[in-house]
Structures are given as structure tokens and as C-alpha cells.
């Protein structure tokens, strides 16, 4: 990934970038030749982001190292920018890093040496041409060639991550690598790197490009369209949602090293209609000195009492019991549209204790606190942190929702739990609750304002087959004086039939609309996601309601409309057999198309429509109304599982109630993402990997049934 050639970048023009995790240069140690007495390693580096720091390794920068047998020299930069420089004497590994006050900062080019002097007795390290660390060595040290190639970007000996990955990978841009076969002197490393300033347009230091290109994806069957994903890599929740002089911005779960789960920061989009999204800067990441040095996972965005957005996130810190608490983040300029670089707080602003209150015989389950939902009424602050509960002698009871309240958004008082779980009676609603959203859908015929409660339940202690799979909700009265959250039963409901609906996050927006967003869960395998190069990718928007009978309704946001190419490429308004509009669907093909559908049961049992369909119907995934058992379900059991981690990818259905013996589907295909939202009630999010080029047909099922309307559009891309 060269990136363009510019003259004003001077000797940096035309770098190398390296995406984090499958890129690096390599050559044989047969085709290296190092000198023994001294030794100089230079290079300019521009870090997108910095790793955690597996085993203690830093993300070489350039290595020929067999650190166990103390062997060869390694050039990295460690957790947060700190650098170093190693080198084995075969009896010795001597290793110098500079402090914190010379570590490099992400996103910017800086040129780092390190020179090996044992005629001296010393190891110093320079940063743009000043000397910033000293180590003694003996002058007897000399180089003990490691018989391993030289790697540039890649760890000789690097950590394995979900026995596919190998991190202490260096993720950013790299040029100017050089490799003396002396000690330079400071006069010398200075001189050098004078040399390559005066290279530069107006002497200064040209800026780091190093967004990635979607278009390095074109081509992949599979990468969803107009679903927003992160732009490389991998990512796990939207949240903390929130509109702010009429831009929506989402932040998400992200890796940018790679396609798997680490080193977790805030990716950032914005948008002005919930559909068209444009790319920003990582808004927050793990930092050195800050609450949150191991990682900054999911929580929520408000607005404070001066109309300014604010992020509260769980602050993730290893050094800490739990390493889970709430940490609070402001824009460094409320005044910027885009809100692209964020600072935080110094301190925590809520954190979870052993002894918190969750009833009688009852403890809390201590080290689980994280996923804020926050929200404003009156002049209070209403702040959800998920958890889960035991009893005192360690049994699950189920997972909660923990509810502080605050006046000023720093100052936090726990109420206790807005609710708790049954894991018992309802296995599948997890031991924790993570991602708690507690949205408003209308207030009933007696004014109470009712909420709908969405909860992603997880599994600590097992069992692993019902993780990442489900969202349950409650709906109720929610008394905001009295703290008091009142469901109308206690037994959950799903809010999503299929099983890759995860994650809620939510918010309400400037019409009044209660937004949902999600995380598709693609259940690949690790395999697939390494050399895809992406995980995971987002829900479309959704906005809930209060339907007559008191339950939560469901459906996609208008705005999906701009996401129309052309005219529809099918356009049925009047009642039709099943038979004459499959005639009608024949020549349609595709797999980024909106369908909107009603069909009318008639006299059939089952009926329906088949997607993403091969012209022999070897492969297809069906979408299926079961009249006498009143379900709504898919079935995936000929979907094709290329690449899913899934052998059997089976059937999935829930109870759906005709109105007036209607079934009406707004279906969303998006080549491995499948939506579908029936009724305004229910939905069904999933995946399907085909093997074959041509599953990309439609059609009807049912005889007996009447398609009422059906019109067919093909959609267009979200990213800017």
C-alpha cells in the first residue's frame, strides 16, 4: 500500500503503508550481512495507532531477533508509543526504551535511531535527531547474528492471537529504513536527520496520510454495501448515538490493527441523514496516563447543561479490580462540526464496589461494569451501567441494569437495580446484561411515560452457544421521580428472531424519534476475518414504537429511501397471483436490493420469499410466515456457509400475529446481510455466505397466498 509520490513530501514521499496485521516486508537472513562492533538502525515512522503489547513485545519496526536465544537487535515501539531498541550478544539481551516524555504520537511522522556503540560502552537512542535515552552496556558487547530473516512491520517472534494473528505488528507508515554498518556518532545522527528536513516542503515535517481506502475491499461478495462498517478491520458496537446541531454521530468498538478483538478504541462517523456516512479520526484510544490505558470500550453520549456533547465509556485499566469503570470524555472544540478529537477526563466518574446494594441475600457481580446508557430528564442525569448479580453464596440470579443519577455529569449516586434478571427461568438472557438501552416509545391512555428496556445478555460462565446472539426487551412505565421502572411482566421478549442482532445502542433525536442501532454479527471464522481484512459491520437504523396493544414495534428509519438507485426495478400495486409475480421476478437478480412486500395468506400454511436464490435452488435463504403456528422464521439450512464459523446455519422463528391476514416484509439484502421487518413488530437480521456466483435470485412461495404489493429498488452506497 505505496502511498502517492508528492515532491513537498521530500524523502517521505511515496511511504509504505502497513495495515497492522498482513503486511511487511521480509528478506533472508542468507541475504543479510550485519557487522558485530557497532551498528546504527534508523527509520521514519508514522503510527496510526499502538498496540497493547502482547508478552511484552513492541510492534517491531524493523527486527532480525531470536530474543530467547539472545540473538539479533529489534527495533519497535511499545504500549503507547514508547520505543526501544534491543540487541543480543548470545550471552546477553541488552534493551534500551525511551520515557514516556519521547514516546511517539499516533498519526504523526518521526524519525527514530538507535545506535549500538560497545567501542563506547553505550546504546543511545535519538528522536528526530536528539539523543532522548543512554544505556550502558559492556564494551566487550558485540552482535550475535539471529539466523532468522530481517522483517520490517513484523515481529520475528510475535504473540499468536486466536491462533490466527500475529500482533507486535507495526500499523502505520514506514519509509527512510537504514541500517548502518557503524555506530554513527550524535554529530552525525543529528546531520542525517537535518538532511531530510531540508527535503521537505518549508522544512517541516509533511503530515502522516494514512486513511485507509475502502476500496481495497471492492470485489468482496460478502463485505456489506450500504450497511455501515468501519472503513479496514474490525469492529464490534455502534454506540453512543447522538445528534448535535443536526449531524448524527455514531462511535463504535474498532481494532484498526486488524480484524479481531484488541487493543479496542472509538472509531467515529457523521452523518446527516442516518444513511450516508462519512469517515472521522479514532475518537478515543487507549492512553498512557489517562483512566483508560488498556482500552476504551463501549458507553453512551449526552449532551451537558451547556448543550455540549459529552461521551461517558467504560474505562478499561488491567492495573485496576475491576478494570471496568465509567470515564467521561469532552470535545476538545465544541465548536467543530465534525467533534473529531476529543479529550478525558482526569478522573473516573463512576465506579463499580463489591458492596453495592442490590438486594437482600444478593451481591453484585464484581469485576462486570461497563456499557453506559445515559440520558437526561429535568435536571437530573440518568446514568445505566450492565452488570449482574449473585447471591451471596456466588449462584447466578441474572443480569442488571445498575441506575446512578447525577446532577452535573461527574457526580454520580447509585439508586440501586432498575432491574434484575432470572438466568434461571430464562437461560438465554445471560448471567450479565451488556449494553443496556432504556428508550422512551410514547406515554399510554393515562399519561405514564412508557420505555422499552433492550439488554445484550453475555454468558461468563457459559454456555458459549447463546453469546453474541439475541437482544431481549421489556416494555413498561417508568416513573423518573420515584426512579422506579415498572415492566408490564417480567418474561423477556426477543426483539430479533434471527441470531446476529446484537448490541443496542440508542438515542432520541430532534423529531422525537427513538433510534436503535446494532452490531450484525457475522459469525465468521478467524481464518475468514484475516483474510477478508474486515469483522462485523452495523444494523441499519431502526426506530421503535408503542403499538396499539402496549408492545414494542420495530421498523428500518425513512431515510433508507435515500439509499434508492434509479426507479424500482419491480413495481406490483395491485393483487397478483404468486405465479404471475415470479414471472415477473425472474429476470431480477442482485444482492444489495430493498424489497418491500405484502402478501395476503389466502389459503396457504406457509409462505414467503426465498433471497439471495440459485436458478436450480440449490442455494437460498427463506424468509417464511407458518400460519397455524402463527411464527415468523428464516431458513438458512441451503444459505450456504462459506466462511461461517456456523457448520449448520439451521432455522430461526418467533411469533409474529397477521393484521387482518397480512404479512408485510420490508426486506434489506446487502450480500452476506439479510433484514427483514414484518408487521412494524418484529425483525430478522442474518447472515448467509453462499458458494455459488449465481445465488443472487428472488421468489415467491405460498400457493394460495395473493401478493397485495411488492416493489424492488437497488441500493446504493452509505460512505462518503
Known amino acids: 500500500m505505496w502511498r502517492t509520490k508528492r515532491k513537498e513530501d521530500g524523502v517521505l514521499s511515496g511511504a509504505l503503508l502497513f495495515d497492522g496485521y498482513s503486511t511487511w516486508v521480509t528478506r533472508a537472513a542468507s541475504q543479510t550481512q550485519l557487522p558485530t562492533d557497532g551498528m546504527t538502525v534508523e527509520a521514519w515512522v508514522a503510527p496510526r495507532a499502538f498496540e497493547w503489547g502482547d508478552e511484552g513485545k513492541p510492534s517491531a519496526v524493523v527486527n532480525q531477533q531470536d530474543k530467547a536465544a539472545r540473538r539479533g537487535f529489534s527495533l519497535g515501539v511499545g504500549r503507547h508509543g514508547a520505543w526501544q531498541f534491543g540487541i543480543g550478544t548470545g550471552d546477553a539481551w541488552y534493551e534500551t526504551a525511551v520515557p514516556q516524555a519521547a514516546a511517539l504520537a499516533a498519526g504523526k511522522w518521526a524519525h527514530i535511531a538507535a545506535v549500538f556503540a560497545p567501542s563506547e560502552g553505550t546504546i543511545s537512542l535519538y528522536l528526530n535527531g536528539e539523543q532522548v535515552a543512554r544505556t550502558a552496556i559492556p564494551t566487550t558487547a558485540r552482535l550475535a547474528k539471529a539466523d532468522v530473516p530481517l522483517l520490517i512491520g513484523r515481529h520475528n517472534q510475535p504473540a499468536i492471537i486466536n491462533g490466527t494473528f500475529a500482533v507486535n505488528m507495526f500499523n502505520g507508515q514506514i519509509d527512510e529504513v537504514k541500517v548502518h554498518t557503524d555506530a554513527l556518532t550524535a554529530e552525525s545522527v ?21 486513511a485507509m481506502d475502502r476500496s481495497r475491499y471492492d470485489g468482496d461478495r460478502y463485505r456489506p454495501g450500504y450497511h455501515f462498517s468501519a472503513p479496514n478491520h474490525w469492529m464490534n458496537e455502534p454506540h453512543a448515538p447522538i445528534q448535535v446541531n443536526g449531524k448524527y454521530h455514531l462511535f463504535y468498538q474498532h481494532n484498526s490493527h486488524g480484524p479481531y478483538w484488541h ?39 449526552t449532551l451537558d447543561e451547556n448543550g455540549v456533547p459529552v461521551l461517558l465509556f467504560t474505562a478499561g485499566n488491567d492495573s485496576q479490580r475491576p478494570n471496568q469503570a465509567t470515564g467521561l470524555a469532552r470535545p476538545a472544540d465544541p465548536g467543530d462540526p465534525d467533534l473529531v478529537e476529543w479529550k478525558m477526563h482526569p478522573t473516573l466518574v463512576t465506579s463499580q464496589t463489591a458492596d453495592l446494594d442490590v438486594g437482600p441475600g444478593r451481591k453484585v457481580r464484581f469485576g462486570d461494569f461497563r456499557d453506559q446508557d445515559v440520558w437526561k430528564e429535568g435536571d437530573t442525569w440518568f446514568q445505566l451501567v450492565g452488570s ?14 445498575l441506575l446512578y443519577t447525577s446532577k452535573n455529569l461527574t457526580d454520580w449516586t447509585y439508586s440501586g437495580p432498575l432491574m434484575v434478571g432470572d438466568v434461571a427461568a430464562y437461560p438465554r438472557t445471560g448471567q450479565v446484561w451488556e449494553l443496556p438501552a432504556f428508550l422512551p416509545i410514547g406515554k399510554d ?31 413498561g412505565t417508568w416513573d423518573a421521580q420515584a426512579r ?25 433525536d430532534d423529531k422525537e424519534r ?49 439509499l434508492h438507485v434509479g426507479e424500482p ?30 402478501l395476503e395468506r389466502g389459503s396457504a400454511d406457509t409462505f414467503g420469499l426465498d433471497v439471495l436464490r440459485s436458478p436450480g435452488d440449490e442455494e437460498r435463504t427463506r424468509l417464511f410466515y407458518d400460519a397455524p403456528a402463527g411464527q415468523l422464521g428464516v431458513d438458512r439450512t441451503r444459505s450456504g456457509d462459506n466462511s461461517s464459523v456456523d457448520a449448520n446455519l439451521g432455522i430461526q422463528k418467533g411469533p409474529l400475529t397477521l393484521s387482518n391476514g397480512e404479512l408485510s416484509l420490508d426486506v434489506f439484502l446487502d450480500r452476506s446481510m439479510i433484514e427483514a421487518y414484518a408487521n412494524a413488530h418484529k425483525s430478522i437480521t442474518t447472515r448467509a455466505y453462499p458458494f455459488r456466483q449465481d445465488s443472487l435470485g428472488l421468489r415467491l412461495f405460498g400457493d394460495g397466498s395473493v401478493v397485495k404489493s411488492m416493489t424492488i429498488w437497488k441500493m446504493g452506497n452509505p460512505t462518503d
Open 514 to 562: 427513538s433510534l436503535v442501532f446494532s452490531i450484525a454479527q457475522d459469525r465468521r471464522t478467524e481464518r475468514a476475518h484475516y483474510d477478508a481484512g474486515w469483522a462485523h459491520n452495523a444494523g441499519l437504523p431502526v426506530q421503535l414504537s408503542m403499538r396499539p396493544d402496549g408492545d414494542l414495534g420495530v421498523g428500518p428509519v425513512e431515510e433508507v429511501s435515500r
Open 569 to 598: 426495478l419491480l413495481d406490483i400495486n395491485e393483487p397478483t397471483s404468486v405465479a404471475d409475480a415470479n414471472a415477473r421476478l425472474a429476470d431480477i437478480k442482485g444482492d444489495m436490493l430493498h424489497i418491500k412486500l405484502t
Open 263 to 301: 487493543n479496542i478504541g472509538w472509531g467515529h462517523a457523521v452523518s446527516e441523514d442516518l444513511v450516508h456516512w462519512r469517515d472521522l479520526p479514532v475518537a478515543l484510544a487507549p492512553t498512557a496516563g489517562s483512566v483508560a490505558p488498556d482500552g476504551v470500550w463501549s458507553g453512551d453520549a
Open 445 to 475: 391512555d393515562q399519561g405514564r411515560q412508557r420505555r422499552a428496556l433492550l439488554v445484550n445478555p453475555s454468558f461468563p460462565v457459559g454456555p458459549a452457544e447463546y453469546s453474541s446472539k439475541y437482544v431481549y426487551y421489556w416494555v
Open 484 to 508: 422506579r421502572w415498572t415492566p408490564d411482566t417480567t418474561e423477556p421478549k426477543l426483539l430479533d428472531y434471527g441470531d446476529h442482532f446484537t448490541g443496542p445502542s440508542g438515542t432520541v
Open 190 to 210: 543529528r546531520a542525517g536527520h537535518e538532511q531530510d528536513m531540508q527535503t521537505f516542503a518549508g522544512g517541516s515535517i509533511p503530515e502522516a496520510r494514512m
Open 388 to 401: 449482574g448479580v449473585q447471591t451471596t453464596s456466588g449462584q447466578s440470579v441474572g443480569g442488571t441494569a
